[in-house]
């Protein structure tokens, strides 16, 4: 679906979740200094950032793939059911690579998958994010 361009690079992907991990917390930013997206005064350690946003993308997931109409049974050649399950519910994490080939069953792009979940997970729109990574991209040299 998504041709030669199945490489990912996890490294940046990881450092990325790291930044965002420490807008989150308010490390590794002035005093004061918020993230852009970022909900005013949300104080939580990096486990909790992370578990809540387990929880988000899992309902990104679920919701997914039930507009598509698909049930957790779709996913038997890439996953167990109830792999899939525990995924949904926030219990697992997602490996990029497992990302890509879920998104792939859904036929959606995996970025579909996590600007959906961003956006519940901030509370922000999904356009408001477009236009800040759109900045952000085109601010460190992006085509």
Not at 21 to 49: D, I, K, M, N
Not at 121 to 128: D, F, K, L, N, P
Request: proline share 1%; charged share 25%.
């Amino acid at each position: 679906m998504f041709g030669s361009r199945r490489a990912w690079d996890t490294d940046r992907l990881f450092r990325l979740w790291r930044r965002v991990a420490s807008w989150r917390t308010g490390s590794g930013r002035e005093s004061g200094a918020q993230h852009p997206g970022s909900l005013g005064g949300f104080e939580c350690g990096v486990y909790g950032a992370v578990t809540d946003y387990r929880q988000a993308l899992g309902s990104s997931l679920r919701r997914i793939r039930k507009a598509r109409g698909l049930s957790q049974e779709s996913f038997m050649s890439i996953s167990s059911r109830a792999h899939i399950s525990m995924l949904e519910r926030g219990l697992k994490g997602v490996t990029i690579e497992k990302m890509i080939e879920i998104a792939e069953v859904m036929g959606v792009h995996p970025l579909t998958v996590l600007l959906d979940s961003f956006s519940s997970y901030e509370g922000v729109t999904s356009e408001r994010l477009l236009k800040q990574i759109a900045q952000e991209h085109e601010e460190l040299g992006g085509d």
